[in-house]
């Protein structure tokens, strides 16, 4: 388990209301998890990284309480929980989280920096690590046709995401991931969000992506992709699993399971991890 040190600043554009917003990651008291502060107003209200706080979930996760939302929340907690930082003052003077370059990385590598390892008698200092809470024993299912989120039992926590989209430079990708053996911070954060490039002014026209540019998302048409290089050559389909991490993140912990997503959204993410809550994980 891990804390914050110090205070880590990030400046950004916001993927969809386009508007730049500081985020100042602080330590805070043991037990208090992450949680968010909008500093920008009245009292300052807080709005804990919880399940239950889950207000929306069109095209990225957004999170209500106390009378206030922060949206776009996944990457970070992605992060966060990823490596091992279990609680943490999340302040934003805005709406939205920035996009920052489109995945965790940036988010990562500060945090790694302002990290600290919480002692722990008996046990030998750990790079990084997923909290987790009991073993799932039965499975949880959430499935629309053909399109499923499931937690299986396993013997050790893992991700695995698989997509199918019917344009060539994506088509059928999936990618998994077991944290006790892959570094989230070269195998997952550096995966980046993407878009077809059809598809992008009626999402404009519907108030979404505004800040988003080839400078933060990857970008394809039919054919093939408007701004190269890949860093992955299934970097979509890593960049779903980092959205599920930062979904099921709002657990506060993770069931020791086989995550497996299949075509899923957000939506699909929040209805296994409330599933879950409900089940008392």
Not at 179 to 197: L, N, V
């Amino acid at each position: 388990m891990f804390t914050v040190s110090d205070i880590c600043e990030f400046q950004g554009v916001g993927l969809h209301s386009g508007v730049t917003t500081t985020v100042r990651i602080l330590p805070t008291e043991a037990g208090l998890g992450r949680y968010f502060v909008r500093v920008d107003l009245p009292d300052a209200p807080q709005i804990p990284a919880h399940i239950t706080n889950v207000s929306q979930t069109t095209l990225s996760t957004e999170l209500t309480a106390n009378g206030a939302s922060v949206r776009t929340v996944e990457h970070l907690l992605a992060a966060l929980a990823a490596l091992g930082i279990e609680d943490a003052r999340i302040e934003i003077d805005g709406a939205e989280l920035p996009l920052l370059d489109g995945s965790a990385r940036v988010w990562g590598d500060r945090l790694i920096e302002c990290r600290k390892e919480v002692p722990s008698a008996g046990r030998e200092p750990v790079q990084s690590e997923i909290a987790t809470s009991g073993v799932l024993t039965v499975p949880v299912w959430i499935q629309q046709g053909e399109i499923f989120v499931v937690a299986l039992p396993s013997p050790v926590l893992q991700f695995t995401y698989g997509i199918d989209f019917d344009v060539l430079p994506i088509g059928k990708q999936w990618h998994s991931w077991q944290p006790s053996q892959e570094d989230f911070s070269t195998e997952i954060a550096p995966a980046r969000t993407f878009a077809i490039a059809h598809q992008i002014d009626q999402l404009r026209s519907a108030g979404l992506i505004k800040g988003g540019s080839l400078d933060n998302a990857l970008v394809c048409n039919d054919r093939e992709w408007l701004n190269p290089p890949l860093r992955f050559p299934n970097e979509p389909s890593r960049h779903k699993l980092l959205d599920l991490i930062g979904d099921l993140s709002l657990l506060g912990k993770f069931p020791q399971a086989h995550f497996l997503a299949y075509k899923a959204s957000h939506n699909l993410h929040i209805q296994l991890a409330q599933k879950l809550h409900e089940m008392g994980y």
